[in-house]
């Protein structure tokens, strides 16, 4: 991906979780060498804040779906339950 092409970037909701942190981690790289132009700089740090929105929103339903296991009286699994991620 060109981080420098917003435009022409695909939309976070159709990256997995690991591209849009992989190019999360390019736009910071690039804002922090500091060598980008101005208007570059505002454009690929608004993609770095969608990316890391979505990054986020995929992190919060992965955390919903994992479920702990449950065990009985007798040591044996019982069941699942949400689990507790606070």
Known sequence: MNASRPDT???APDLPFEKALEQLEEIVR????????LDE???IYERGEMLKRHCEHLLKRAEARIQRITLGPDGRAEGTAPLDVE
């Open 9 to 11: 970037a695909p939309s």
């Open 30 to 37: 690039r804002l922090e060498r500091g060598d980008v132009p």
């Open 41 to 43: 700089s505002v454009a």
